[in-house]
C-alpha cells in the first residue's frame, strides 16, 4: 500500500483525502526548508498594526537626537529642500553677495542626500518583493545598523550632543555629518519599506498627509472602532511619544547613547516581522 501511494504521488495522481495527507506528512520538508519558504512568504497587510506603530515611535526616536544637536529633520526633507532653496537664493541677494556654504546648508544637504540613497535602496525591495518577509526583516534589520553606525560617528566626533543655539549648531565635523547621513538613511529605507506595504500608516515618517486624512475622515467623531481614523491616530500618538522618548534619553545619556537604543528597538521591530501573519493565496 505505501509503495502504491508512493508511486502514484511520484507520478502526480490524485489520491484519496486520507492517503493525501499521509503522503504529505511523508514528503514533509526539513525544518530548514520550511523556515526558507516562510520568509519568502508575503505578509499580510493587515495585521501590521504593532510593526508601523513601532516606525512611528522609531521616526520621533530617530528624529529627536538630530534636531536636538542641529535643528536638521532627518525624515522630513520638506524643510531641508527648502533650506537649500534659500542658500542658493544667497547667491543673487543685492550686494555684498553672499558665497559661503554655511554649516546648517551642509547639514540638510547631507541629509537630503543621504535620505535620497537610503530609499534608493527600496528597489533592491522591489525585485526580491516588497511584501516579502524577508525584505520586511532584512531592511528592517538593515536600518538598526545604519542608526548604529550614527552612534558611533557621533561618539568618536566627540561633539555636544545639543546644540548652543540655532546660529550655532553643533554636529558640523566630518564625522558629525557622517552622524547625519546615517540616520538619515536609515529613515529613508524606513519610508519606503512603510510606503510599499500600503497601510494607513503611510510612510510612517511624514504625517501632512496622514493629518489630513485624519481630520477630513467622515467618521472622525464615531464612537466605535473605525479603522481608517484609529491607525492614523495611533500613527501621531507613535511618532510624539518617539520624539517625547527620543528627547529625555538625549538630555540624560547623549545622542550616541539615544541612537543605541533605537537601533535596539529596531531590531525587536525586525524579529517582530516574524509573528506576523502570511497573506493568504
Known amino acids: ?29 526539513p525544518i530548514h526548508r520550511k523556515l526558507s519558504s516562510y520568509v519568502m512568504e508575503e505578509i499580510e497587510p493587515d495585521q501590521t498594526l504593532m510593526q508601523f506603530a513601532g516606525y512611528c515611535l522609531l521616526t520621533g526616536l530617530t528624529s529627536a537626537p538630530v534636531f536636538s544637536a542641529c535643528y536638521i529633520w532627518p525624515g522630513f526633507q520638506t524643510g531641508g529642500f527648502v533650506q537649500l532653496s534659500l542658500a542658493v537664493a544667497r547667491l543673487f541677494s ?34 526580491i518583493g516588497p511584501k516579502r518577509r524577508v525584505w520586511v526583516t532584512g531592511a528592517t534589520l538593515f ?52 510606503k510599499r506595504i500600503n497601510s494607513q500608516f503611510g510612510t510612517a515618517i511624514v504625517l501632512t498627509t496622514v493629518w489630513v486624512e485624519l481630520i477630513c475622515d467622515p467618521k472622525l467623531f464615531v464612537m466605535k472602532a473605525v479603522k481608517t481614523r484609529d491607525h492614523r491616530l495611533i ?14 534619553l538625549t538630555h540624560t545619556i547623549g545622542a550616541p547613547g539615544t541612537f543605541g537604543v533605537a537601533a535596539g528597538v529596531r531590531v525587536l521591530s525586525a524579529v517582530s516581522w516574524f509573528i506576523v501573519p502570511s497573506k493568504k493565496a
Open 94 to 127: 543685492a550686494h555684498p553677495r553672499d558665497f559661503r556654504f554655511e554649516i546648517a546648508d551642509r547639514q540638510a544637504l547631507t541629509s537630503l542626500l543621504c535620505f535620497l540613497l537610503g530609499t534608493s535602496l527600496g528597489r533592491l525591495g522591489d525585485k
Open 1 to 29: 500500500m505505501a509503495q502504491d501511494t508512493a508511486s502514484s504521488v511520484e507520478k502526480g495522481h490524485a489520491l484519496p483525502d486520507g492517503e493525501q495527507h499521509l503522503a504529505d506528512q511523508r514528503i514533509a520538508l
Open 143 to 194: 536600518q538598526a545598523l545604519l542608526v548604529m553606525a550614527a552612534a558611533l560617528c557621533i561618539h568618536y566626533s566627540g561633539e555636544p550632543s545639543l546644540a548652543t543655539s540655532r546660529g550655532q549648531p553643533s554636529w558640523y565635523s566630518a564625522l558629525g555629518l557622517a552622524g547625519i547621513g546615517f540616520a538619515s538613511a536609515s529613515l529613508g529605507l524606513h519610508g519606503i519599506v512603510s
Open 235 to 248: 500613527a501621531c500618538v507613535g511618532l510624539f511619544l518617539g520624539g517625547l522618548f527620543g528627547a529625555a
